[in-house]
Each structure stands twice: as structure tokens, then as C-alpha cells.
T-cell receptor, first 113, second 112 residues
Framework: DTAVSQTPKYLVTQMGNDKSIKCEQNLGHDTMYWYKQDSKKFLKIMFSYNNKELIINETVPNRFSPKSPDKAHLNLHINSLELGDSAVYFC????????????FGPGTRLLVL | AQSVTQLDSHVSVSEGTPVLLRCNYSSSYSPSLFWYVQHPNKGLQLLLKYTSAATLVKGINGFEAEFKKSETSFHLTKPSAHMSDAAEYFCVRGDISYKLIFGSGTRLLVRP
């Protein structure tokens, strides 16, 4: 069984479009995250939700809007896509507490043309 | 600023020889530290984590790391490299606000 899953795995789209990436975890965790990995492999957190409440919101353009319908899901909606949004987006989850391991999904490779 | 520095962007070893991937951290408190591995076109997998219980931490696939406070280091080692170890390795520091702070990564190449 997949612990953290993301859909779609690949996403190719035109500039200006709106797209969503979905994330689901079946680990019973209460905290979920979105990370962005750029072309140089650098990973940076974007958002985190704990029990459906936003707890981390890094300096991300407001074109990016996370939504957590329940503890097991954290979706990422991106409006007016730009070339610079091309990256790999990783979802992760953990049980509450800093020392608890974050489990990562397989990533969604977004290419904006 | 609290950060993580991976000293080598690429490390190349021959199969069967030891692996050393270097990581230094800066933190004003005792940090939690992790090593994650990312195989090509895959997600990230936890190799090991340090949570102040023991300074020498053993992980999966024969990897281990030693926390040295005096040197602010958390280097990753393996006695004998295997071809399947070729991947990108990330040293990661836990932040008090739930965030993980990632190093820039080290690409490990294993020569036959």
C-alpha cells in the first residue's frame, strides 16, 4: 500500500493555466506538507497543515493555494501558471512533533510551457 | 541563520570502497538531523535520523552517521559502496516550527 500518494505524476501545461495537484496519505498522520524542488535539486518547504489548519506558509506567491479537506488530504492549486513554476512538487506527512519522520510522496513533475 | 551545508556537490567512489558524505549544520540549540536519499526520478526516503538519543546513528542499507557537536557535523558513511547506492543524498535539519531545512544535496556516483 502506498503511504503518501500524489496525482498526477507528470503535468505538462501552458502558461496562464490553472492546475491542481492532489496528495493523500494513509498513515494516520496529522501533519502534511508541500515542498518544491527546483532544477538544481534544491528542496524548500511551501506549506504545512496540522489537523487541517495552516501552520507553515512560506513566502510563496498567492497564486499557490493549499487546501486540506481532511487530515488525510492536502491539495495544491496553482493559478495563472508561470514558467518559473516548473519544478517537482513533493507532498509529505508526519505525526505531530518535530522529531517525527516526514514521509514523502513520489513527486509531481510540473512543466510549464 | 540556521542552515545545513553539504560540502560536496558530487562524490564519486568505486564499488566496494567506503563512502563519506559530509554535512555541517548551524543551530543555536541541539538540532534534530536527518539524511534522506533520492534515487533518480523517485521520491525521498529516510536513511536515518538523529534525535539526541545516541551520537552514532545507524540507518538502512548499511549507512550510518555520527553527530559531533564540537564540529557541528553529521557526516554520512558506509563501509562499502554498492552500485544501487548511486543517488542524491540530502542532509536535513529539523526546525522548531515543523519545517525541514534541506542541504543542497550530494550526488553519489558509484563506479563499477
Amino acid at each position: 500500500d502506498t503511504a503518501v500518494s500524489q496525482t498526477p505524476k507528470y503535468l505538462v501545461t501552458q502558461m496562464g493555466n490553472d492546475k491542481s495537484i492532489k496528495c493523500e496519505q494513509n498513515l494516520g498522520h496529522d501533519t502534511m506538507y508541500w515542498y518544491k524542488q527546483d532544477s538544481k535539486k534544491f528542496l524548500k518547504i511551501m506549506f504545512s497543515y496540522n489537523n487541517k489548519e495552516l501552520i507553515i506558509n512560506e513566502t510563496v506567491p498567492n497564486r499557490f493555494s493549499p487546501k486540506s479537506p481532511d487530515k488525510a488530504h492536502l491539495n495544491l492549486h496553482i493559478n495563472s501558471l508561470e514558467l518559473g513554476d516548473s519544478a517537482v512538487y513533493f507532498c509529505a506527512s508526519s505525526q505531530e512533533g518535530l522529531l517525527n519522520t516526514q514521509y514523502f510522496g513520489p513527486g509531481t513533475r510540473l512543466l510549464v510551457l | 541563520a540556521q542552515s545545513v551545508t553539504q560540502l560536496d556537490s558530487h562524490v564519486s567512489v568505486s564499488e566496494g570502497t567506503p563512502v563519506l558524505l559530509r554535512c555541517n549544520y548551524s543551530s543555536s540549540y541541539s538540532p534534530s538531523l536527518f539524511w534522506y536519499v533520492q534515487h533518480p526520478n523517485k521520491g525521498l526516503q529516510l536513511l536515518l535520523k538523529y534525535t539526541s538519543a545516541a551520537t552514532l546513528v545507524k540507518g538502512i542499507n548499511g549507512f550510518e552517521a555520527e553527530f559531533k557537536k564540537s564540529e557541528t557535523s553529521f557526516h554520512l558513511t558506509k563501509p562499502s559502496a554498492h552500485m544501487s547506492d548511486a543517488a542524491e543524498y540530502f542532509c536535513v535539519r529539523g526546525d522548531i516550527s515543523y519545517k525541514l531545512i534541506f542541504g543542497s544535496g550530494t550526488r553519489l556516483l558509484v563506479r563499477p
